[in-house]
């Protein structure tokens, strides 16, 4: 049940709310208010860098790289303009989020370890240019504030107001990290980090998304730089930019959860007085004994829980809340193709819907695909079959914008489509395909996992949610719509595909093997959810070796073979056709009769 | 801002011999790099793990050879036999009781687990042997040879041939003997292996503490050159990613002559700019050619 | 979970405020801030050594006020943590004095927080001009900064080296290069503004990384500008690589002074007979030869030359080196410390700090009264510079045989200078 859970989180929400807030005043000791201003400040920063590195899954190691312009550029133009920390600040972020913006955009194609490296160095050629560029920064004399408290000046002499402040700071980027998860983007996000093909193929505008993801978490890391260099009143390069405080924020995230928006916080409560802890109580006696043990404690949490203290956190209150309330027990058991509202398109007429003219592609000295022609009408079941290596799956990836052909033209709805891409530009134009292997998003819910494809024609979540939950329905996936993906049984996992695609509102869809791995039984039910969607007005193209299916479906189909069209025609036809038959090696479907 | 170009560049024949004096100076250099990174890219190139504590490896072969010659007076190139061995068994002791948990896990797992274990072996040294440097004085170290006007430095021409010869000597492995056709495979496609028969963990466990033992190697020939102290693994590990990228992450010739470019851009740059903005120029180059052709300049991604 | 998670945190917390309630009887709390972790954690850890010997033989003499003394150590890493464990020497161990600190940046957040409780900051080494410009009031610099150190090497060469070569200062030909931290930075700024003064040709002025693996480009560049002398300022390591990259391409000049590390004895180690030659400015901080010290005596005390002799006895016995090789780090972590424990707070009834502070500013001893040479006699409140030691004095050493000797000014000299240094190839024939 939904309800006893959100209210749970809300008041105990607002109870460590209320008490975070009110701790600075209780605390009279500055010692342990500087922790707390850490805290706040590092719980931030941890947030603002998971928004990249945990929920798009692009891995920054060179986020002090912000840190560090947030700090210099609020402090240059105080020293040179005497313009406040305050406006410095945005400014700051400002800067940080063009920078980013600028460097990494051409980075996001890099994956995993190689856009960490990149980082890396653009943290270090900043760091270089701080020390070199003296006239500017001043080098590693580092920049001194004077300490002359002010509001407008930013700066406190009592601590208690600077630890209000970071936890401002903390409250607003927790707050924008939440709102970004719970949104379209953040739906996005999560799609493009689990498989970013997938996410493709529904019409994510990935790079566009990482960007957007990138700036958001520059800006929030600069303006944490300005906090930084206020409050502590003197930077030079070696504070702001090595590689041990970049690692510091990723750190807070992975410790802490780091898909999650209060992981970061969580990571900054442990691992910020356990440094001030180690480095009191060892550090000064037995030096390195107590990064030592940090390093063995890294290590042990990472191999042990990868998911962070907070999912652990939270799979233990779940788990708790579920004990208490009743199981929800109805079951909605609809079998596949109950009518629906689910797809619109009843346009009648037997126009061509998809050109392929002299269709041709090679890698390196191997033709995939040579002088492929045909068309595909509305409303139409094509069926396209070849033994394998004949390149199908490569005719799918050249129609939807995977890979560019080398020559030909494809056009779809009168539109010349050919060599379009990235893929989600075909997807928002209305056609959408299934992959060959099934790429769920394998970490989040069947519901979550559709709604990224409903976002490609609604913007509220509200709405992705309800048409999520009428397609789920249609495919006859209800009773699992709160499941996560990665508990579902590969026939589930193909419905689960069909369905994402699908949400997508396509006119044409594009189905790669969807029986492939079924037995008997759920083939059936497979063609009977396909004659379905196509009677809903779907045109469909499908790939199969399951003759059964084809047989049972297609309308026409086309063969290929070693990347030629060698016939098209109705199933009965071509089945009898002896080139189809040499091709594949095989007699025994010549007497199938359709289903 | 203060760049100071080289003027005057081509023009007399005392820069020539300057500009010529760079050029060795970089290949010398590269040879280093080279050679540090020769461990990191094997490792690479079969378990497709980057070792984020590779540094603290080079590390502790410098320590060893360090103190084999503190208390035996032992010359760091013969440390060389007692050194590598033991750095082959602590390579198998690390694999087996942590890397191997790596192989399936995520990049950031495998990214953090690396970066946890180079802090521990850190400061692990920086507990038990205190921060002081350690530097080892031997003629060699400061000998050079006089071509004209051209000087090279002996210890550094050492570690170029070695290198070379460790270059040739692995490609010989990997191509003549059965153990290293089984890493290629491996690297390759590690299920077809496996199914060919390959023991693949035990593959991983070797190529892994091989990486060590080079790092182990390159320690022993690099300390008679510079001082070793806990952290000076970390001056060197950004700079072996670098190399190992632009190699093309596994090719072996790869990383080498990927080294030797690092160093004569560093040495030019060094020298025609400024000498700090040797490393940064590096870094822009390192990330241009990420961009551009991700596989490297040697352009592989198997051993 | 997270009522577990809560409580481990309040017991971290917690166990961080037991040592000020297990407060022995009769002792004075003073705390001692250096940088014990990270890559300067070995000057640091020598640092506090001395000081650490400092407190012994104060407490051998009775203590402060019948009570012994005992150091608190913090750990600065960084400016930061500079500044979180002023604090918490200050609000949790409850000292009322901090020794410190090494390295300016951290020098500057952490006197800073000092000041802020009105607690005294006794800075005992780190350079930076600019830390004193800011006058506070409790803060305290025992030693010198970069402009005396500057300066210093400037005057040098115009007296001793051009004089030496036979050469008009103003016909002098000096390469400046510098490690590009606060400490490269600040003293070569110092050094070329009086250069000017001087009116010395700058063919070459460059900075580097102190971590950087190939110095050659820079010496490159230094070869093709052929100066007369060289001026450098270095840490250790980068002075190792650097000298025998030197001596590798064959690098030649008349003098070599450098200003930082070049003083340390490991340098033996690790540069052999090469060390022989290089100058260094440096604190009067020397070596006992054959029982014979580095830097005239006669010019000192005759106190503090027998307290001088004993830490260096202490020293060498506690960690086992000859005194030979006691690293002036400590030395001068001793010497800055005993002028506190020794000299100030005696005059004190408490560790009050306005009671330290009187007593500090009106102290007034002459130069040779302290175990690195200087006097004591701090800068007003009001004047520029308040709270500096203004009876600083120091000197340039020259290693000769592998022996670091003062060889001016010629007060605390005890060998003459030899210059010109040897080419590299004389230096084999040897």
């Not at chain 1, 912000?66 to 972020?93: D, K, Q, V």
């Not at chain 2, 050079?144 to 090279?152: A, E, K, P, Q």
């Not at chain 3, 500057?108 to 410009?133: C, D, G, H, P, R």
């Not at chain 3, 102190?210 to 093709?224: F, G, I, N, P, R």
Request: charged share 15%; proline share 4%; hydrophobic share 50%.
């Amino acid at each position: 049940m939904k309800s006893p859970k959100n209210s749970v989180i809300y008041i105990s929400g607002a109870v460590i709310f209320l008490f975070l807030l009110l701790l600075p005043f209780g605390i009279s000791n500055d010692f342990y208010q500087d922790i707390l201003v850490t805290v706040f400040l590092f719980a931030g920063l941890g947030v603002a860098w998971n928004i990249i590195g945990g929920f798009a899954g692009q891995f920054s190691l060179g986020h002090a790289g912000f840190f560090g312009i947030g700090a210099y550029t609020s402090t240059l133009l105080y020293f040179n303009f005497g313009l406040s920390p305050w406006i410095g600040m945005i400014a700051g972020g400002v800067l940080a989020a063009i920078v980013s913006m600028l460097v990494f955009y051409p980075c996001f194609k890099l994956r995993g370890i190689f856009f960490a490296m990149s980082t890396m160095a653009f943290a270090q050629v900043l760091n270089i240019l701080a020390v070199y560029w003296t006239g500017l920064t001043k080098g590693s004399v580092g920049l001194l504030i004077p300490f002359t408290p002010g509001w407008k000046e930013f700066i406190f002499q009592d601590k208690a107001v600077f630890a209000l402040v970071a936890f401002g700071y903390m409250v607003i980027t927790f707050g924008v990290c939440h709102f970004v998860k719970n949104s379209k983007l953040g739906s996005y996000l999560v799609a493009l980090r689990e498989n970013e093909e997938a996410a493709q193929s529904l019409g994510v505008n990935t790079t566009w998304c990482k960007l957007q993801a990138m700036m958001v978490s520059a800006f929030f890391t600069a303006i944490g730089g300005t906090f930084y260099a206020q409050y502590v009143q003197f930077i030079d390069p070696d504070s702001l930019f090595p590689s041990v405080m970049s690692i510091r924020f990723a750190l807070l995230a992975i410790i802490g959860g780091i898909g999650t928006v209060a992981g970061p916080v969580i990571g900054s409560f442990v691992l910020t007085p356990l440094d001030v802890f180690l480095r009191g109580w060892l550090g000064g006696s037995y030096a390195g004994l107590g990064f030592f043990f940090y390093g063995c404690i890294l290590i042990a949490v990472v191999l042990v829980w990868p998911q962070g203290i907070f999912k652990l956190l939270q799979d233990k209150v779940e788990l708790y809340i579920r004990k208490r309330s009743s199981e929800k027990s109805e079951t909605r058991d609809v079998p596949a193709g109950r009518p629906g509202r689910v797809i619109k398109h009843a346009a009648a007429g037997r126009e061509c819907i998809l050109e392929i003219k002299d269709l041709c592609k090679n890698f390196g000295g191997l033709a995939a695909i040579k002088d492929v022609d045909f068309s595909v009408h509305r409303r139409e079941i094509l069926g396209l079959i070849g033994p394998n290596g004949a390149g199908k799956t490569t005719l799918f990836h050249l129609i939807t914008g995977f890979i560019p052909p080398d020559s030909g033209e494809i056009h779809f709805k009168g539109d010349n489509i050919t060599g379009l891409q990235p893929p989600f530009r075909i997807c928002k134009k209305g056609m959408s395909r299934t992959f060959q292997l099934v790429k769920p998003f394998l970490n989040i819910t069947v519901s979550e996992n559709v709604a990224v494809g409903a976002y490609c024609h609604v913007n509220s979540i509200s709405q992705a949610k309800r048409k999520a939950e009428e397609v789920i329905e249609f495919v006859g996936l209800g009773r699992y719509s709160d499941f996560l993906s990665s508990s579902l049984t590969l026939s589930n996992r193909k419905r689960l595909e069909l369905a994402r695609a699908l949400a997508t509102e396509p006119e044409l869809l594009l189905l790669d093997e969807t029986m492939a791995g079924l037995n008997p039984k759920e083939i059936d039910e497979m063609i009977a959810l396909l004659r379905n969607i196509s009677e809903r007005g779907v045109t469909l193209i499908i790939i199969e070796h399951v003759m059964r299916a084809i047989m049972a479906l297609s309308d026409r189909v086309v063969v290929l073979h070693h990347g030629e069209k060698i016939t098209e025609g109705t199933s009965a036809e071509v089945s009898k056709d002896q080139r189809v038959i040499q091709a594949y090696l095989g007699g025994s479907y010549l007497h199938v009769e359709p289903a | 801002m203060g760049f100071r170009a080289h003027a005057c560049l081509f023009k007399d024949n005392e820069t020539v011999g300057a500009v010529l004096q760079v050029f060795i100076n970089g290949v010398m250099l590269g040879g280093i790099y080279g050679l540090i990174s020769m461990g990191l890219t094997l490792t690479f190139g079969v378990m497709k793990i980057v070792n984020f504590a590779h540094g603290e490896f080079l590390m502790l072969g410098m320590y060893g050879a360090f103190w084999l010659f503190y208390f035996l007076g032992l010359s760091p190139y013969l440390s060389i036999l007692v050194v590598v061995p033991v750095m082959f068994l602590f390579g198998l002791l690390i694999q087996r009781g942590l890397i191997q948990r790596l192989i399936d896990a995520t990049g950031i797992t495998q990214i953090f687990v690396t970066v946890g274990l180079s802090m521990v072996l850190q400061n692990a040294v920086l507990y038990m042997w205190s921060a002081d440097y350690r530097g080892v004085k031997i003629p060699i170290g400061t000998m050079s040879l006089r071509i004209g006007d051209i000087t090279i430095s002996l210890s550094r021409l050492i570690v170029f041939l070695a290198t070379l010869a460790i270059v040739i000597f692995l490609l010989l492995f990997l191509k003549k003997t059965s153990l290293g056709k089984a890493m290629r495979a491996t690297s390759q496609n590690w299920r077809a292996a496996w199914l060919m028969g390959v023991n693949v963990r035990k593959i991983y466990l070797i190529a892994f503490a091989m990486g060590s033992a080079l790092a182990g190697l390159a320690g022993c020939m690099i300390i008679p050159i510079f001082s070793v102290f806990p952290s000076v693994g970390v001056n060197f590990v950004l700079i072996t990613f670098v190399v190992v990228v632009l190699g093309g992450m596994g090719s072996i010739p790869g990383a080498f002559l990927a080294g030797i470019i690092v160093g004569l851009i560093e040495t030019f740059s060094g020298f025609l700019l400024a000498p700090s903005l040797g490393p940064m120029v590096v870094f822009v180059f390192f990330v241009l050619i990420l961009l551009f052709k991700p596989s490297g300049l040697v352009g592989r991604s198997r051993i | 979970m997270k009522k577990a998670i809560a409580m481990v945190v309040m017991i971290f917390l917690v166990q961080m405020t037991l040592p000020a309630f297990v407060q022995a009887q009769g002792t004075v709390k003073i705390g001692a801030l250096w940088p014990l972790s990270g890559p300067i954690a070995e000057d640091g850890q020598e640092s506090i050594r001395g000081a650490k010997i400092a407190a012994e033989m104060q407490n051998d003499r009775g203590g402060l006020w019948g009570n012994k003394i005992e150091l608190v150590t913090g750990d600065a890493s960084d400016a930061k943590a500079a500044m979180s464990e002023a604090e918490r020497l200050i609000t949790v161990e409850k000292t009322n004095i901090i020794m410190g600190t090494w390295v300016s940046g951290f020098a500057f957040t952490a006197s800073q927080v000092a000041e802020k409780y009105k607690k005294v900051y006794w800075e005992t080494a780190a350079l930076a001009n600019n830390i004193m410009e800011r006058r506070f009031n409790y803060l305290f610099h025992a030693s010198g900064l970069s402009s005396n150190f500057g300066e210093m090497s400037a005057d040098f060469v115009a007296d001793e080296v051009a004089k030496k070569l036979g050469k008009d200062p103003k016909d002098l030909k000096v390469a400046v290069v510098y490690e590009d931290s606060l400490h490269g930075t600040s003293i070569s700024e110092a050094f070329i503004k009086k250069a000017k003064v001087y009116g010395f040709k700058l063919p070459v002025v460059e900075s580097y990384n102190v971590k950087a693996v190939d110095l050659s480009s820079l010496v490159m560049k230094l070869k093709e500008a052929n100066p007369d002398v060289l001026f450098g300022i270095h840490y250790f390591n980068d002075l190792v690589l650097f000298w025998r990259q030197a001596k590798e391409v064959n690098f030649n000049v008349e003098a070599f002074i450098s200003c930082g590390s070049a003083g340390s004895p490991k340098l033996i180690p690790q540069l052999g007979e090469d060390v022989n030659y290089l100058f260094n400015t440096f604190r009067l901080l020397g070596e006992f030869y054959d029982g014979n010290y580095s830097v005239n005596l006669q010019s000192f005390k005759p106190e503090t030359v027998a307290d001088l002799k004993e830490f260096f006895k202490r020293y060498s016995e506690k960690y086992n080196v000859t005194q030979a090789q006691v690293p002036n780090t400590a030395t001068l972590g001793f010497s800055g410390a005993w002028m506190l424990l020794h000299e100030v707070l005696p005059k004190c009834k408490s560790d009050d700090p306005e009671e330290v502070r009187k007593a500090a500013l009106a102290i007034d001893l002459d130069y040779g009264s302290t175990a690195h040479g200087v006097g004591m006699k701090f800068a007003q409140p009001g004047t520029p510079n308040q709270g500096l030691n203004e009876k600083f004095v120091a000197g340039v050493f020259q290693w000769q045989d592998g022996k670091f000797y003062c060889v001016w000014p010629d007060k605390y000299a005890v060998k003459a200078p030899v210059i010109p240094m040897p080419k590299w190839d004389e230096r084999k024939k040897k």
